[in-house]
């Protein structure tokens, strides 16, 4: 039985159901995506591209924050610095990658969602990304090994894989084959893990 969780920091909803994954039975395997280049792949619009619908999202989010009781502040200058061209709409997800090749993601993941969507630290300038990484008493430079073209190149397979398997947005869960999307889709992941461990508990006996 395996559980895979696919996510890119950008979406709130990634940020809200992170937060509750350490309460499923089963750890997840954690699969970074560009989302935006899924998208573009299956045909589907980021929230965004439809004001009301992006009204709607930010009160939604901000009720499954007050639910699971996390903080909810979007981190407008990061947000700002992406969509100006400062930096590259998939660093973040890039530095996930990085920070497992250099054995820091555990203590990197959580706190880079936290400073997108609950927290805002400087994300934005080089400095900034520095400072945080100091801040959560990290010595590796997850950002210069995200610019390597290897890193690139697996964010590149994740996205290609990811829309082969049907994804067409983040979160997105796997539990095993079965796909379920959505900060709001945890109860059916949770009671398919359950439904798996009986599964495999006849099978056994």
Same mark, same amino acid.
């Given at each position: 039985? =395996? $559980? *895979?969780f696919?996510?890119?920091?950008?979406?709130p909803?990634?940020?809200?159901?992170?937060? +509750? #994954?350490?309460?499923?039975?089963?750890?997840?395997?954690?699969?970074s995506?560009?989302?935006v280049?899924?998208?573009?792949?299956?045909?589907? +619009?980021?929230s965004?591209?439809c004001?009301?619908?992006a009204?709607?999202s930010?009160?939604?989010?901000?009720?499954?924050?007050?639910?699971?009781?996390?903080?909810?502040?979007?981190?407008?200058?990061?947000m +700002?610095?992406? =969509? =100006?061209? *400062?930096?590259?709409?998939? #660093?973040? =997800?890039?530095?996930a $990658?990085?920070?497992?090749? $250099?054995?820091?993601?555990?203590?990197?993941? /959580?706190?880079?969602?936290?400073?997108?969507? !609950?927290?805002?630290?400087? $994300?934005?300038?080089?400095?900034?990304?520095?400072? %945080? #990484?100091?801040?959560?008493?990290v010595?590796?430079?997850?950002?210069q090994?995200a610019?390597?073209?290897?890193?690139?190149?697996r964010?590149? /397979?994740n996205?290609?894989?990811?829309? +082969?398997?049907?994804? %067409?947005?983040?979160?997105?869960?796997?539990?095993g084959? /079965?796909?379920?999307? !959505?900060?709001?889709?945890?109860? %059916?992941?949770? /009671?398919?893990?359950? *439904?798996?461990?009986?599964n495999?508990?006849?099978?056994?006996?």
């Open positions: 039985m =395996s $559980l *895979q696919i996510f890119d920091y950008r979406s909803y990634a940020y809200l159901a992170n937060s +509750q #994954l350490k309460t499923l039975p089963v750890p997840a395997e954690y699969i995506v560009d989302i280049a899924v998208m573009d792949i299956v045909g589907n +619009q980021p965004p591209k004001p009301a619908k009204r709607y930010r009160m939604d989010a901000g009720r499954w924050a007050r639910i699971y009781g996390v903080p909810m502040n979007p981190n407008a200058a990061a +700002q610095a992406m =969509s =100006s061209g *400062q930096i590259e709409p998939d #660093l973040f =997800s890039r530095a $990658l990085a920070a497992a090749d $250099l054995g820091v993601f555990d203590t990197v993941h /959580d706190a880079l969602f936290t400073a997108y969507w !609950g927290i805002p630290v400087d $994300l934005a300038t080089p400095e900034g990304r520095i400072a %945080f #990484l100091r801040a959560n008493s010595d590796a430079d997850i950002w090994r610019e390597e073209e290897d890193i690139r190149g964010l590149s /397979d996205v290609t894989n990811a829309a +082969q398997r049907g994804v %067409f947005g983040a979160p997105t869960f796997f539990v084959d /079965d796909m379920f999307f !959505g900060n709001d889709r945890l109860a %059916f992941v949770r /009671d398919a893990l359950a *439904q798996n461990t009986l495999e508990e006849n099978h056994h006996e």
